[in-house]
């Protein structure tokens, strides 16, 4: 086995495009779970109108980029109202039933080929990204050291992708030290008592969905310029999941739980790849062919969230007291 | 107690053991959907080197020609509404005045599924002028009723466990489609001939067993699996008072990793049991349906009322009713809530993988069939009120009917969208469902 390709792997999957994507979406969820206790299954849903929204403007319409993120920015605010008017006054379960539910219908909507002519059905859509490209200010050429190489075009990538997680992450500690962000806080851990306070619940989630799910938003169009591509299956229920698992592993509640998180999610996945496949491949394993690895990986994703759920739910970094796990 | 453990997860160890067996080499999963042709004689020989060609919307898509045993696979795009059209001209010679006697044939693909589709030929069948649903919307009104009450019914034995253990625990069970799946792949792996080797010591080809003895062998199993979660899991996570949302979260990893689990051991594409899979359909006055069907059905029922009136009339079903009313004061009664809790596992992972069973002999199983159907069953148990048995089955009743009947208007690829639509809805103006009574909901 090649381990210097292991550790090369691991190294890029600690900064890719994966990690930025699922740190995002997992940021969006951590205000709305680790912050105000909002159990949000839906966060596929804002990362797929963030990428969607995009990808229908600028290559459909044929509209400039800005156009495009405002068209995703403006979706996911109005996704954000339509799903919490109704169920913001649900109990947790009941609005994790209804957000995952939201999210099937976007991408079975997207998957159908009844709106083939807009969102390009299985297939997708592609051919949207030249004029995010055309911004890159780098020269062509080959940047990084060591097992960081990248051409101009992925660089550019992953420096937007860090610069607005970055940014997220900043607006997210602003926020949540703010006296709003107290008011989360006391309605996480107790909604009739930010209510007899005088506060209006209602309005303090609804914000935090709102803003939670523009972050996911973000994490979509990182998904979609990344990628070159946009397609419906890539938004399915796993990716909130895996960014659930994302933000236990991190630490609830924490402004940076979601990037370490998702760092070791990547690195994890990762390494467990390559050492399997190589593994296979040099015969040490030969119970399982090169495609099980794949499905080994996910298995290992479900007993973590499992585990994690169960013996360490405020993860590496978080604090126990501050998490929500029952349902009011 | 420790014993009790140590056997389930021998019985566990050896289902999958068996499994894994199974596996063999298998292609790379594929979520495609796809069309599977049988042509077959009367007495059943298959017909092969015939033509066989798909078209969606008077579009030709794509074209087969049947292999040696008959079978022929044609890829389709996406899900949704196709017609299948058996080419006589390209019948072999030794059939000829034979012909199918449906012909074309109209189907729908599920996403991520397969569907098979058999034309059986007859002397006197129909030639390729005439159509399966001619005779108007009355007609299709009453086979898409029916299809829906088949639906229902079959969504209905899931719903119904999944509601007792909502009822009695409080969990949203997320992998509960998984122990639909579970059903559905134990029995298929019992029903086909298959290498088993355990763990390399033992190697032998196990026969297929007809599906209608590996059927009751997969309940038994599957209500063993089910009397597993609890005793390994959810028991020890109640006893240490893990919160509900927890649990849920709990609940999806173990989903994730079932599901996973399934995939790695019987591959990603779509199965279909050896048994009743190119049964023909038979007319019952203006529709049809094949008999299968119709037993699977009439089965269900059975079942559903059987459950019911257990439900009712025992001591075990008092018993539920009363720790899904108030655990605290069943327990203060003399209600062993431990056991009672056990047993709703126990039965409701039976009737999941009775409905796997069932919905796998309609359209085929796959590693995520249980999943597919997940949100509908949620949508079924909400409709009908949570922790209510009648409501589910009430509501798994209205979501199949609404979901086969609406496509009446919408296209067959977004029938399940409406669902979930209603149970967006149903959430918003009746959170406690038809059925349930208003008690504190949000």
Redesign the interface.
């Known amino acids: 086995m090649d381990w210097s390709t292991v550790l090369t792997n691991a190294a890029t999957s600690l900064v890719g495009l994966q990690t930025i994507v699922y740190a995002l979406a997992a940021v969006g969820l951590n205000l709305h779970f680790g912050y105000t206790g909002l159990l949000n299954f839906g966060q596929a849903a804002f990362a797929a109108v963030g990428a969607y929204g995009l990808a229908i403007v600028v290559a459909s319409a044929g509209l400039p980029l800005p156009v495009g993120l405002a068209a995703g920015l403006a979706g996911s605010v109005v996704l954000s109202v339509l799903l919490g008017l109704p169920t913001l006054r649900l109990r947790a379960d009941y609005l994790a039933i209804a957000t995952i539910a939201a999210a099937e219908i976007l991408r079975i909507s997207a998957r159908s080929s009844t709106l083939r002519e807009f969102t390009g059905g299985a297939s997708g859509i592609n051919g949207f990204t030249e004029p995010f490209h055309d911004l890159n200010p780098l020269p062509p050429g080959t940047y990084g050291f060591g097992p960081w190489r990248y051409h101009e075009r992925d660089l550019w990538v992953l420096l937007v992708g860090w610069t607005v997680l970055a940014v997220c992450c900043l607006v997210v500690w602003l926020l949540v030290r703010s006296p709003w962000g107290r008011v989360l806080r006391g309605i996480r851990e107790d909604e009739d008592a930010a209510r007899g306070l005088g506060k209006n619940v209602y309005a303090y989630k609804m914000q935090a969905l709102a803003i939670g799910g523009v972050i996911g938003t973000l994490a979509g169009f990182v998904y979609a310029l990344g990628q070159g591509s946009v397609q419906p299956d890539l938004y399915g229920t796993e990716l909130t999941f895996f960014a659930y698992t994302v933000l236990l592993l991190g630490g609830v509640a924490r402004v940076l739980g979601p990037v370490v998180g998702a760092a070791i999610f990547w690195v994890v996945l990762s390494l467990t790849d390559t050492v399997l496949r190589g593994a296979v491949d040099e015969g040490w394993l030969t119970f399982m062919s090169t495609t099980q690895v794949g499905q080994v990986r996910f298995m290992l994703v479900g007993l973590a969230l499992m585990f994690l759920m169960i013996f360490r739910p405020q993860g590496i970094f978080g604090d126990p007291r501050q998490i929500a796990l029952d349902a009011r | 107690m420790r014993v009790c453990v140590r056997w389930g997860v021998c019985l566990l160890l050896a289902t999958l053991g068996c499994l894994?067996g199974a596996s063999g080499?298998?292609a790379?999963?594929d979520?495609g959907e796809l069309i599977r042709v049988r042509v077959s004689t009367a007495t059943g020989d298959p017909v092969p080197g015939a033509t066989v060609e798909v078209e969606r919307d008077g579009t030709r898509i794509g074209t087969g020609t049947t292999r040696p045993d008959g079978s022929a696979e044609l890829d389709v795009?996406?899900?949704?509404a196709y017609q299948v059209l058996l080419d006589v001209d390209t019948l072999p010679p030794a059939s000829a005045g034979f012909r199918p006697r449906m012909n074309p044939i109209r189907t729908t693909v599920d996403?991520g599924n397969a569907r098979t589709v058999a034309f059986r030929l007859e002397a006197g069948g129909a030639g390729p002028e005439r159509s399966a649903d001619e005779g108007g919307s009355t007609v299709r009104v009453a086979q898409l009723t029916l299809q829906g009450l088949r639906f229902g019914l079959l969504i209905a034995l899931a719903a119904v466990g999944l509601s007792l253990v909502f009822g009695t625990t409080?969990l949203?069970n997320f992998a509960h489609g998984e122990l639909v799946t579970f059903g559905a792949l134990v029995a298929y792996y019992l029903s086909i001939p298959a290498a088993v080797s355990l763990l390399g010591v033992v190697s032998f080809t196990k026969p297929g067993l007809p599906l209608l003895v590996a059927a009751p062998v997969t309940l038994l199993l599957s209500c063993g699996f089910g009397w597993l979660n609890d005793a390994v899991l959810w028991s020890r996570?109640r006893r240490r008072g893990?919160?509900?949302?927890?649990m849920?979260?709990?609940s999806?990893?173990?989903?994730?990793?079932?599901?996973?689990?399934f995939?790695?051991f019987a591959g990603g594409e779509t199965l279909s049991y050896p048994d009743y899979a190119t049964q023909a359909g038979i007319g019952l006055g203006p529709v049809m349906m094949r008999p299968v069907d119709l037993v699977s059905m009439g089965l269900a029922v059975t079942v559903l009322v059987g459950g019911g009136l257990a439900l009712i009339r025992t001591r075990l079903g008092t018993a539920t009713r009363a720790v899904a009313d108030n655990p605290a004061l069943a327990a203060a009664s003399g209600i062993d809530v431990d056991r009672v809790i056990r047993s709703v596992w126990t039965g409701a992972a039976g009737l999941a993988a009775l409905s796997g069973i069932l919905l796998g002999m309609g359209q085929g199983l796959n590693f995520q069939m249980g999943f597919q159907i997940l949100?509908l069953v949620?949508?079924a148990v909400?409709l009908g009120g949570l922790g209510t048995a009648f409501g589910a089955l009430v509501g798994s009743l209205v979501v199949g009917l609404f979901i086969e009947l609406s496509t009446l208007v919408v296209?067959t690829?977004?029938k399940?969208?409406g669902a979930?639509?209603v149970?967006?809805v149903i959430?918003?103006v009746r959170?406690q469902g038809v059925l349930g009574r208003a008690g504190r909901?949000?």
């Open positions: 894994g080499a298998r790379a999963p979520a795009p996406s899900a949704g996403e409080g949203t996570l893990t919160g509900l949302v927890a849920m979260i709990v999806i990893g173990l989903a994730i990793f079932l599901r996973y689990t995939l790695y949100l949620f949508a909400t296209p690829e977004l399940n969208v979930l639509a149970l967006i959430l918003l959170p909901i949000g």
